[in-house]
């Protein structure tokens, strides 16, 4: 049996990996999603509290964006680390047989 792969079928591997890798961090960064939605009716008289609420609400999501980079980098890392701590130890394991 012959398999013909082309770029583009390895590109659309390539998304479906980095698609179900972002499906498994969905309740994770649920967590940390920000609770204030944002404001849709302006009243002139609550210029001040609009603005600051305005203000936090970029701030919020930007926290977001923060946590969700750093949780990918986190379950990206986990595999390669686990493997790093396993080669060690049976380093150790051989170096105490010896």
């Known amino acids: 049996m012959t398999v013909n792969i082309t770029p583009n079928t390895i590109d659309d591997i390539g998304s479906?990996?980095?698609y179900s890798e972002n499906i498994k961090l969905t309740n994770e960064i649920?967590?940390?999603r920000p609770l204030r939605k944002?404001?849709?009716k302006h009243r002139p008289d609550e210029s001040f509290k609009l603005k600051r609420k305005c203000r936090l609400i970029v701030r919020d999501w930007f926290?977001?964006?923060i946590w969700v980079n750093r949780l990918k980098k986190i379950i990206r890392s986990a595999?390669?680390?686990?493997?790093?701590?396993e080669?060690?130890?049976?380093d150790c394991r051989l170096a105490?047989?010896?």
């Open 79 to 85: 595999p390669k680390l686990l493997e790093d701590r």
């Open 30 to 32: 649920a967590n940390y």
């Open 63 to 65: 926290f977001f964006a």
């Open 96 to 98: 105490s047989h010896k």
């Open 16 to 18: 479906f990996l980095e």
């Open 87 to 90: 080669k060690r130890l049976e």
């Open 38 to 40: 944002p404001v849709t």
